[in-house]
């Protein structure tokens, strides 16, 4: 490819709505670096965090202008000097890029770059990365659950919920999940809940703890911190763990909830995540691609000038029903 290749791409050029997301026609298609691979873009996955970045209230912002998007799948165009990982025509999906996934070519640092089992369509492979690899980190980096525990996965239609209850089914604990909607629900079990609870329903929380017993949750993965955090605490069990995977806001608590059973509130951040953690995340996913059991469900799927609509829909449709994707 010579440098002066144009592509489309969105750009955003200042932080607000929705609609600061620009689809633009020519945009200089960027060029891979040493340790680098360039990759021709099929699908895209649209993360909740992607929104809070292009608002400007995230804690890191990007300098402007650029272009948004992290779990991208594609086929790799060409390499940079001494990648060894991949190679020209193979087929990928990424847990970051270098210069954007909502684009017609991104690149990304070899180490982000893995690749897709034929098994899988490009729009799934875009809703492996961030899904999964959060997934893993919250239940075995940082909860360091066990087989036999119970976890509860709040928000389990979504694309983190499926990817939790698939990881979490697969790991040999039990499963309890919620949903907003009837169709929410029924993904939940069709993807490794034991259990699915509409969170909408009032008193839902003391049907999940009647499921336990009375002796409450070993592990929740929280998508919704501000709306749920106080209630989780008072439903985990002696020693529970709430690992915090999104918030969109603060929230009130009682620290004698925690106190009382010694539990812990942990912090999620899959970009924290070490080389070496992520390898073992990926050996595991690769494991559970062979064995069938990671399947990631693919929700809406939007045309690439239509991220803007696709940003609106993840913060402001309620009901997820898998991942909301880009076809590029």
Known sequence: ???SRLMKAVRVSEFGAPSVLRFCLEVSAPQPGPGQVQIRVHACGVNPLETYIRAGTYIRQPALPYTPGTDVAGVVETVGEGVTAVKAGDRVFTTATETGGYAEYTVAAEQCVYKLPDALHFTQGAAIGIPYFTAYR??????????????????????????????????????????????????????GAHLAFNHREEGYTDKIMKATEGRGIDVILE???????????????????????????????????????????????????TPKENKECAALLYAGMEAGWLRPVVGSQYPLAKADQAHHDIIECPGAAGKKVLIV
């Open 223 to 273: 998508m919704l911190a501000n709306v749920n955090l106080s209630k989780d605490l008072q439903m985990l069990a002696v020693g529970g763990r709430v690992t915090l995977i999104g918030s969109r806001g603060s929230v009130e608590i009682n620290p004698r909830d925690n106190m009382a059973k010694e539990s812990s509130i942990m912090g999620v951040v899959v970009a924290s995540a």
């Open 1 to 3: 490819m010579s440098g």
């Open 138 to 191: 919250a239940l075995i980096h940082k909860a360091h659950t066990k087989p036999g525990e119970t976890v509860l996965v709040h928000g389990a239609s979504g694309g983190v919920g499926v990817a939790g209850c698939q990881l979490a089914r697969a790991l040999g604990l039990r499963v309890l999940g919620t949903a907003g909607t009837p169709e929410g629900l029924k993904l939940a079990l069709s993807n």
